[in-house]
Nanobody, 125 residues
Framework: QVQLVESGGGSVQAGGSLRLSCVASGRAFSSYAMAWFRQAPGKEREFVAAISWSGGISDYADSVKGRFTISRDNVKNTVYLQMNSLKPEDTAVYYC??????????????????WGQGTQVTVSS
């Protein structure tokens, strides 16, 4: 059984920063790509960023490119999302996810079969 636990969310003003963490257990974490998604009220879940199993390849949604950085520590079984220059439109619940196929870094939610419980990020103007 895979378990993902996110933390680090909170409320910040526009321009501020937050660092999200996701600790994974129950699977060979270091051999799987990982991703972050987010979902705002009334909107569909959307891709934010993904990182390869080694951490050598990353992918970002255009809306966060240059502001967010995804990274991982395979010793700690943890993936991070550093969020800088936050905007009110970044307000959402943020989820980490494990793909069904270990090398997949897809941008669609159906490509991921394990999800964390989510952590709320609220950015005020």
């Amino acid at each position: 059984q895979v378990q993902l636990v996110e933390s680090g969310g909170g409320s910040v003003q526009a321009g501020g920063s937050l660092r999200l963490s996701c600790v994974a257990s129950g699977r060979a974490f270091s051999s799987y790509a990982m991703a972050w998604f987010r979902q705002a009220p009334g909107k569909e879940r959307e891709f934010v960023a993904a990182i390869s199993w080694s951490g050598g390849i990353s992918d970002y949604a255009d809306s966060v490119k240059g502001r967010f950085t995804i990274s991982r520590d395979n010793v700690k079984n943890t993936v991070y999302l550093q969020m800088n220059s936050l905007k009110p439109e970044d307000t959402a619940v943020y989820y980490c996810a494990v793909p069904e196929h270990r090398y997949s870094m897809g941008r669609l939610p159906y490509e991921y079969d394990y999800w964390g419980q989510g952590t709320q990020v609220t950015v005020s103007s």
